[in-house]
């Protein structure tokens, strides 16, 4: 199993340009995240996709959007990048459920490391 | 007041020393805790589960505290591979689970 895998691992991209981060998952869970990494301040989550069909914003979402294709994928779209933006980005995915600590747990990808100058 | 709060340290400790991080959380209703360890330019990874009776896995011992909200990791017998950042992570439930991450402490062990 390859686990969670995010392409491209590295991106410049200038004011105002588009991208798309794409993530997929192999371990057949049903929820998917997009954080982003800043020195400082932690994870920080832009949207969820709690199962197939379904996404909602998270803590930071303004400047993105998302898209779950199917159960495997799920895309975070940049429509006009901003300096701002320039940070590391992780695609997780977990089976969440009540009652099982394990079920918890996320799993992440390797990263997307963006820069917008 | 961030919900999930850690000393950011940076903390140098010599091999074989014992070392200890805390965090703390706001809310009450958090009923899941855990550590995640990331290292440099990588991405985080769960280190264990955290219990009110506490639990040990190895040199690690995590604990928590439910009436003061804290969390703790204790690491026993630093090794040089210990060198990572520590992520405190905790999950709520209002009205929909919401997992947070504290910024992470970095440990650096020295030879």
């Known amino acids: 199993n390859a686990g969670v895998t995010q392409t491209p691992k590295f991106q410049v991209l200038k004011t105002g340009q588009s991208m798309t981060l794409q993530c997929a998952q192999d371990?057949?869970?049903?929820?998917m995240y997009w954080y982003r990494q800043d020195p400082g301040m932690g994870l920080r989550l832009i949207y969820y996709?709690?199962?197939?069909?379904?996404?909602d914003k998270g803590e930071v979402p303004n400047g993105y959007n998302v898209s779950r294709l199917n159960k495997r994928e799920f895309s975070l779209r940049l429509e006009s990048a901003a300096p701002s933006q320039t940070s590391v980005y992780f695609c997780?995915?977990?089976?969440?459920?009540?009652?099982?600590?394990?079920?918890?747990?996320?799993?992440f990808g390797p990263g997307t490391r963006l820069t917008v100058t | 007041r961030k919900e999930v709060e850690q000393d950011p340290g940076p903390f140098n400790v010599p091999e074989g020393a014992t070392v200890a991080f805390n965090c703390t959380y706001s809310?009450?209703?958090?009923?899941?805790f855990f550590w995640y360890r990331q290292d440099c330019r990588k991405e985080p990874k769960l280190l264990m589960s955290?219990?009110?009776s506490g639990n040990e896995d190895g040199r690690f011992t995590a604990q928590l505290n439910r009436a003061s909200q804290y969390i703790s990791l204790l690491i026993r017998d630093s090794k040089l591979s210990d060198s990572a950042t520590y992520l405190c992570?905790?999950?709520?439930?209002?009205?929909?689970?919401?997992?947070?991450f504290g910024a992470g402490t970095r440990l650096f062990v020295k030879a």
């Open positions: 997780a995915s977990n089976v969440p459920s009540g009652g099982l600590h394990s079920s918890y747990e996320q799993y």
């Open positions: 371990m057949n869970h049903n929820s």
């Open positions: 996709s709690a199962s197939e069909g379904t996404t």
């Open positions: 809310n009450s209703a958090s009923q899941s």
């Open positions: 955290v219990y009110s």
């Open positions: 992570v905790v999950i709520t439930n209002t009205g929909g689970f919401k997992t947070i």
